[in-house]
Structure formats: structure tokens, C-alpha cells
């Protein structure tokens, strides 16, 4: 089992910036690629962005390339989204989610756990 608990998340204006941090414990973190993804009311669940598990390889969806970054640091066992420039359209909650696995999926069904989500709200 992994557990995952998102943080950073709240209201912010168009154009400001938000750091979400997703901790993990449990299995050995070190083990999973990361993902995170979104979903915003009366849509589905989108992918935003991953990264491999040693860090080596990172994936954005095109509306958010060059304004967020994923990172990671396995010592302390957290992934983050630096979110910059953001837009009203980005508003959503926010989920990260592991997968046993060296590389990140677009596809949600791939991940094996998730965390409870984390309300981003861009105000315009």
C-alpha cells in the first residue's frame, strides 16, 4: 500500500502561482512513477504531467507546458507541481497518483494509488 496526501492547494488570481507537494508513505517511493492530473466540474479526469521514478524523464500535456513543472525528491519521499502563470482554466482539483512502474502514463487507469485531491481555484 502507498498513501498519498496532497498540500499547497487554494485560491490564487490569473497570472500568480501555486506549489502543490504530494507525500507519500508506505511502499518505497523511490519504486513508483508519479503522475498528476486534474478534473474540473462536469468534466473527466485529464493528465497534466508525469515523472519517471529516477527523475530522468518528464511528460506535460500541451495546455500546461512551460508553465508547470513536476518534480520530485525521493529522500523525502514528495512530488510537486510548481504551477506558474496560471489561468482560469485551471481550475480544479488536483490529484497526484503512483504507479509500480519506471516510467509515468498518460492513461489514469495505469496508476496504482491516488491521493484525495486538492482544490486549485484560479480566480480571473
Known amino acids: 500500500q502507498v498513501q498519498l496526501v496532497e498540500s499547497g492547494g487554494g485560491l490564487v488570481q490569473a497570472g500568480g502561482s501555486l506549489r502543490l507537494s504530494c507525500a507519500a508513505s508506505?511502499?518505497?517511493?523511490?519504486?513508483?512513477?508519479m503522475g498528476w492530473f486534474r478534473q474540473a466540474p462536469g468534466k473527466e479526469r485529464e493528465f497534466v504531467a508525469g515523472?519517471?521514478?529516477?527523475?530522468?524523464?518528464?511528460y506535460y500535456t500541451g495546455s500546461v507546458k512551460g508553465r508547470f513543472t513536476i518534480s520530485r525528491d525521493n529522500a523525502k519521499n514528495t512530488v510537486y507541481l510548481q504551477m506558474d502563470s496560471l489561468k482560469p482554466e485551471d481550475t480544479a482539483v488536483y490529484y497526484c497518483?503512483?504507479?509500480?512502474?519506471?516510467?509515468?502514463?498518460?492513461?489514469?487507469?495505469?496508476?496504482?494509488?491516488w491521493g484525495q485531491g486538492s482544490q486549485v481555484t484560479v480566480s480571473s
Open positions: 515523472i519517471s521514478r529516477s527523475s530522468g524523464s518528464t
Open positions: 508506505g511502499r518505497t517511493f523511490s519504486n513508483y512513477a
Open positions: 497518483a503512483a504507479a509500480l512502474s519506471p516510467y509515468y502514463y498518460i492513461d489514469s487507469r495505469h496508476y496504482d494509488y
